[in-house]
């Protein structure tokens, strides 16, 4: 039988306990995830893509079946590139649904192959995002049990406490 892989891409600045049970529900339908961090050099992420490939190997170093990578340019051409034909979403709250299928219709014009498939966050995780959790940190607050306890001291040095 054939591996079957998702490719999951992201930001991940950083990678949260969302994320987290989205790798992990992901990996009981598919054989392979491969975690895509997208190089973007317009985006001016808090934490560096070795920093962010770091962490993501780190909190997730017992899986053998996650490959941690970083892509540019089309992810449709990634996708293939890597031999999948699936892009795995994770949606939270409808807020994210315009986006999502926004970016699923258009990748699907791209290539009509790769196919766009979405989990839905466990409600523990249903008001968190990287980018909330940062203003939280920035600000002092205690994010403990929103990401792993590795990107929590990363997030620490980071703002200076
Ligand atoms: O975690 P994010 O920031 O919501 O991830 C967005 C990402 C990386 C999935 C998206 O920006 C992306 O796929 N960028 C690659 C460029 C691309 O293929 N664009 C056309 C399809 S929308």
Redesign the pocket.
């Known amino acids: 039988m054939s591996q079957k892989t998702a490719v999951y891409?992201?930001?991940f600045d950083p990678i949260t306990n969302g994320h987290l049970s989205i790798v992990n529900r992901a990996l009981k339908i598919f054989d392979k995830l491969v975690i895509a961090i997208?190089n973007n050099p317009f985006k001016a992420p808090l934490f560096s893509l070795e920093e962010r490939i770091d962490m993501i190997q780190k909190a997730l170093k017992e899986k053998t079946n996650v490959e941690v990578d970083s892509f540019d340019g089309?992810?449709?051409d990634y996708v293939i590139k890597k031999k999948s034909n699936v892009i795995l979403r994770g949606l939270r709250a409808l807020s994210d649904f315009e986006y999502e299928f926004q970016?699923a219709l258009?990748?699907r014009k791209l290539n009509r192959e790769v196919q766009s498939i979405f989990l839905m966050t466990d409600y523990k995780w249903f008001y968190t995002s990287s980018t909330i959790i940062k203003e939280a940190a920035s600000l002092g607050g205690d994010i403990s049990g929103l990401v792993p306890a590795l990107v929590n001291e990363k997030l620490k040095e980071k703002f200076g406490y």
Do not use: E, Q
């Open positions: 891409p992201g930001t997208l089309l992810l449709v970016m258009m990748n």
